[in-house]
């Protein structure tokens, strides 16, 4: 029994050696080898996507707190270098196509580390990660300057973003309502304008690949209709207000959300109602 259990610890070892090697390559932070960075890239990420689907010491191996703390500090290292890459956008000798074309690898990568963290158990991290960045993004791919280019970058933005807001909004990852209403608050209004915008390309261009497709819309909507209805009363009235507002109002529908919105105020309304009465009703003598 003893050299059972030293080989399988040693198997277990081994496996979150491999593991850990393949993480740090498959999100560079481990050692860069520029002249074969993205097959490298690739191939660790092959590598974890098949050890998180076939091996079957993995489940010891990402329940292992040196691990999940191992995996934090990748996260927040990617987080920031691509936080940091995203800023030079702006930068009058770096903004080209060569660039665009690294920040959308960089984004594909998070894509990849999402479906990751997801069979972790750690996508707080990553909702917390880019809800922290978001204003940062938002004001620079917003600047004037970028206003007709790298139309491609913004809707990829949008697709990370929105699965962001379907962890939140269905229950994927808990925030607290304060965080949920900043998020939304946030990206939004971004939302709303690229639609728009994407509508009016569609209508231009009917081959265009810079316009958000009916799947993602659909997406983003339902998840926005989830994530509102359950925010205190008081935050949904006033994103609500807003939405009716809007110039933009068809997009995303939130009708759902103000029904159920009417309908719990109501109901609130009349148990207020009710108890007071009660309140104010002279007490039966005593017998």
Known sequence: ???????????????????????????????????????LRNSAQEQVDFMLED?????????DDEIKVEMRIVVSNVFCSFENEFSLILEPDVANKETEEKIMRSLSDLEWMHNT??????????????ANISRNLLKVIEDKRLDSVMCGLKIKLIEVTSKVLEAVGYGTVVLPAESRVELLKTWLPYIRKMKSLSDKMRKMEEAS???????????????????????????????????????????????????????????????LDEALTESALPLSPST
Request: aromatic content about 10%; hydrophobic content about 40%.
């Open 1 to 39: 029994m003893p050299i059972f259990s030293n080989i399988k610890e040693t198997e277990l070892r081994g496996t979150k050696e491999v593991f850990l090697s393949a993480i740090r390559h498959a999100t560079s932070v481990g050692d860069s080898f520029p002249q074969f960075e993205d097959d």
């Open 55 to 63: 091996d079957e010491n993995i489940p010891l191996v990402i329940a």
């Open 117 to 130: 963290l997801s069979k972790m158990d750690l996508m707080k991290d990553f909702v917390s990660h880019w």
């Open 209 to 271: 690949p810079y316009k958000m497709s009916e799947d993602l819309c659909q997406c983003i909507e339902g998840a926005i209709v989830s994530l509102v209805s359950a925010l205190p009363s008081n935050d949904q009235a006033d994103i609500l207000a807003d939405w009716i507002s809007a110039e933009q109002v068809k997009y995303p529908d939130l009708s759902e959300a103000f029904e159920i919105w009417c309908y719990r105020t109501k109901s609130a309304q009349r148990r």
